[in-house]
């Protein structure tokens, strides 16, 4: 068949990809094709304008390195990346909910219980402990917890690496054999994602905020569970209902409880201001054990 037109090309290209001989990217293809097409038709774009979509993808990609991830931007952004996980992660129960990954994880260095993950950084001193349950009611002993977040002025480590000199504000905890976790950090922030590439571009075109709450990023996994890839948010913060990534969820806010002076849960005799943050969480049941080399 020759001669394709606005109506018969979205056929043509259907029949080519429904050639593939795995069922699941005839199935993906199929409708990578036919919802693109529809997608053009709509908007009916220029030829300019095509080619300027073309290089906003270019220019997403060239952005991206080992510290930066422009397309998981993009993704959360659109709202993309909430779809996917709540697809993949309904409510169930008591389960801790999840939400986006983000586009800052880098394995962390591993801290003992009640480590200071916070050296290097900037903010209030912050106290952080919970239990880590499995989804029956028992203690998950010897839990993995990655731990990673913002200093006070909002930025990450591997956004300042000359300033912090390695990386900070995140770090690994295995829990106890009660499944109990505690640390301390510095406080978070509030903070603006990225804009100096083409997502913070978008965002100007749609006459968007870039910021986000502040909030800390958890990923636990046990033997027998569910890895647990979610944020604690901090209440009372003016972003929780507009967050440029739609990740807030109601029960992922907890209180940051400030704090002056005294004595901290772990003993630790305090001058000043500082905060203290309570948080447990319930995994939910895997087919497939987790290891340690999953969290990589």
Known sequence: MRDFDEHSITDAVVKRVRRASDPRAREISEALVRHLHAFVREVRP??????????????????????RQEFILLSDTLGVSTLVDSI??????????????????????????GGNLGAGIDGPPMHVSGTVWRHEGTPAAGAIIDIWHSDVSGFYDVQQLDKTGGLAGRGR????????????TR???????????????????????????EHVHFMIAA??????????FAQGDSYLDSDVVFGVKESLIEPYVAHEGGRAPDGTSMEGDW??????????????????????
């Not at 220029?46 to 510290?67: P, R, V, Y």
């Open 223 to 232: 033997p027998g569970c569910r890895k647990l890839v979610t944020h604690v």
């Open 46 to 67: 220029t030829q300019a304008e095509w080619e300027a979509g073309i290089g906003f993808l270019t220019s997403t990609g060239q952005k991206c390195d080992e510290k």
């Open 173 to 184: 905890i295995i829990a106890d054999a009660e499944g109990r976790f505690h640390f301390w």
């Open 275 to 296: 905060y203290s943050l309570v948080r447990d969480f319930v995994l939910a049941p895997s087919a497939m054990a987790q290891s340690p080399e999953s969290l990589e």
């Open 187 to 213: 406080r978070p922030a509030p903070y603006p994602i990225p804009t100096d590439g083409p997502v913070g571009a978008m965002l100007a075109a749609q006459d968007r905020h870039p910021w986000r709450p």
């Open 88 to 113: 993949n992660n309904p409510v169930a129960g008591d389960i801790t909910e999840t939400t986006v990954f983000g586009p800052f994880y880098v394995p962390p260095p591993e801290f003992p219980l």
